[in-house]
């Protein structure tokens, strides 16, 4: 065998050891980079859903099948214990008893588009409406791609604390700019 010949050889053997492995460390390095971006980049790294401690006990109880409509509106107590439930969960975000200092949306101004409509039986259609989105929203939370934007909050708040927290929110509702 020719010198040159087995130079070659070695050379061959050399760089097919260390081109896949080069290539999976690449891979690994940009796999590494993919997901240190996605952690700065997701506004919602730490965003677990804390549920509250509230005594719901003055409230009619209501049992596990959801109504499509809060029978809560307007009741003074539940606009207490809403009060106090979402101060201690969603206010991080969405601001101190609603006040829309927080980065997440004005919850005030969630059912503002019903209240403009006069006519009764609109208004009613409009609420009810908006009761389910409400609903979903707090249940389902806010995901999108993968990006937790507010976490679901199905299984750790009752009904009886999510229409607390929607009497409370609309009770707000005129302090909204
Ligand atoms: C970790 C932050 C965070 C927490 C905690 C949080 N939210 Fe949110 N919420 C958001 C963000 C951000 C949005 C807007 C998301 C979007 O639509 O992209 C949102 C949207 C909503 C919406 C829909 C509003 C609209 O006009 O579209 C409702 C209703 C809502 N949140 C209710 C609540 C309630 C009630 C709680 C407490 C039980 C809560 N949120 C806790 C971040 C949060």
Redesign the pocket.
């Known amino acids: 065998m020719s010198p040159t010949l087995n130079a070659r050889r070695t050379r061959a053997r050399a760089s097919a050891a260390t081109g896949p492995r080069r290539l999976l460390l690449h891979l690994a390095t940009l796999l590494l980079q993919i997901a240190l971006l996605a952690g700065f980049m997701s ?2 790294r ?5 549920p ?1 401690v509230v005594d719901i006990s003055p409230l009619p109880p209501l049992g596990e099948t959801w109504l499509a409509a809060n029978p809560y509106r307007g009741n003074p107590q539940a606009v207490e214990i809403g009060r106090s ?2 101060n201690q ?6 601001g101190v008893d609603a006040d829309h200092q ?6 005030r ?2 059912d503002a588009y019903c209240r403009r409509i006069a006519d009764t039986g609109l208004r009613a259609a409009c609420m009810l409406d908006n009761d389910a ?2 609903k979903e ?2 249940l389902h ?2 995901v ?1 791609v993968g990006v ?4 679901p ?1 199905e299984g750790l ?1 009752s009904q009886e ?2 229409w607390a ?2 009497t409370f ?1 609309e009770s707000r509702a005129g302090s909204a700019k």
């Open positions: 506004p919602a730490a965003e677990v859903a804390i509250p439930a979402y969960s969603c206010a991080r975000c969405h927080g980065n997440a949306a004005d919850l101004r969630v989105f409400f929203s707090v939370g806010k999108r937790v934007h507010m976490p909050w708040l604390v999510v927290i929607q929110v």
